[in-house]
């Protein structure tokens, strides 16, 4: 026969089991509802800056990221 110990660890580890299975389940059968439509005019400027508007005129298309800054 299991020592009184052993019985209240068996029935702890059973008990998390089944709460994070629980959990797994619902979680996987829940959405985020994560929006697939953008919502600003061309977002990745595929069009070049068309819909953006730049103050001063200061908006230039570069073709290249910039260089990094030297380490300090």
Do not use: D, H, Q, Y
């Not at 629980?22 to 994560?34: D, F, N």
């Amino acid at each position: 026969m299991l020592g009184r110990t052993t019985l209240r660890r068996s029935l702890a580890a059973l008990s998390a089991v089944a709460v994070i299975g629980t959990g797994l389940a619902v979680a996987g059968t829940v959405s985020a509802g994560a929006v697939s439509t953008n919502l600003v005019a061309n977002s990745g400027f595929e069009n070049g800056l068309s819909g953006w508007v730049c103050s001063s005129g200061s908006g230039t298309a570069v073709s290249s990221p910039p260089v990094p800054a030297a380490p300090r």
